[in-house]
């Protein structure tokens, strides 16, 4: 554990002065940015809504979140940390080092991990600051008390679990692929198909990039078959991926 606690603090280390530390913020910053803008300059049309505002800011900030934003951003993310290595080819230099591999991988895989925990947990709080600034702004939007923040937070924390999977495929891939283009570039294309495949009860529950999406479908069952996709799904992922880059020849 020790080793591992090392190797963990090492890769944080690496993330100073980098563009993947500073999307934790930026990604669901414009999201926020956004839905602010479109309440400000519709405030007319969203006076009108004799329902809670607090609804419709909900599901934008999680439906933009979930169904655009999350697929791309775990995309890049992992996509930028392993190019740390193989931008420089450190590959080498690190697996030489007297650290199990498992150690490695790992410690790799919890920092896109955390980066969605707190990027998801940034979007809540500004979406419900948001809402309050708005209220103030214009009293004639609909955002009551008492502020549903344990509603925002319950679905922060699904969208989280939800999008396990799909980190840890970025993940694996990211290491596999030592082309930044080829490994952001299959998350484009899965995050496109998604769109298509996000409606359909056959495939959409099937694919992982639609997961988050999912979550915002209000049938019985639907939220407690998508966590335990994702989850049991990312921990085969893992450990077969823990199982390849411990007999991976470095080159």
Avoid at 25 to 35: V, W, Y
Avoid at 151 to 169: E, G, K, P, R
């Amino acid at each position: 554990m020790t080793i591992f606690l090392r190797t963990f603090a090492a890769e944080l280390l690496k993330l100073r002065r980098t563009l993947a530390f500073w999307l934790v913020f930026l990604a669901p910053g414009l999201i926020l940015l956004l839905e602010f803008l479109m309440f400000h300059e519709r405030v007319d049309f969203f006076a009108k809504k004799q329902q809670p505002l607090w609804d419709i800011l909900h599901r934008n900030s999680f439906s933009l979140w979930g169904v655009l934003m999350l697929p791309l951003y775990v995309t890049l993310q992992t996509a930028l940390l392993a190019g740390l290595e193989h931008t420089e080819d450190r590959w080498r230099s690190l697996l030489a080092m007297p650290v199990p591999r498992w150690a490695i991988y790992w410690s790799k895989l919890i920092i896109p991990c955390l980066m969605v925990v707190v990027s998801s947990l940034i979007l809540t709080a500004g979406a419900l600051l948001n809402g309050i600034v708005l209220r103030w702004l214009e009293p004639r939007l609909l955002f009551p008390d008492p502020v549903p923040w344990q509603l925002f937070l319950h679905d922060a924390w699904l969208t989280i679990a939800a999008s396990l999977l799909v980190v840890t495929i970025h993940h694996f891939l990211s290491l596999r692929l030592r082309s930044f283009a080829a490994a952001s570039g299959v998350g484009i294309c899965a995050t496109v198909i998604s769109f298509m495949l996000v409606n359909s009860e056959k495939y959409g529950r099937l694919w992982p990039w639609c997961l988050p999406a999912r979550l915002l479908v209000t049938k019985p069952g639907i939220t407690e078959d998508v966590l335990v996709y994702s989850v049991v799904g990312s921990v085969l992922v893992t450990l077969a991926g823990t199982w390849e880059f411990s007999r991976r020849e470095i080159r």
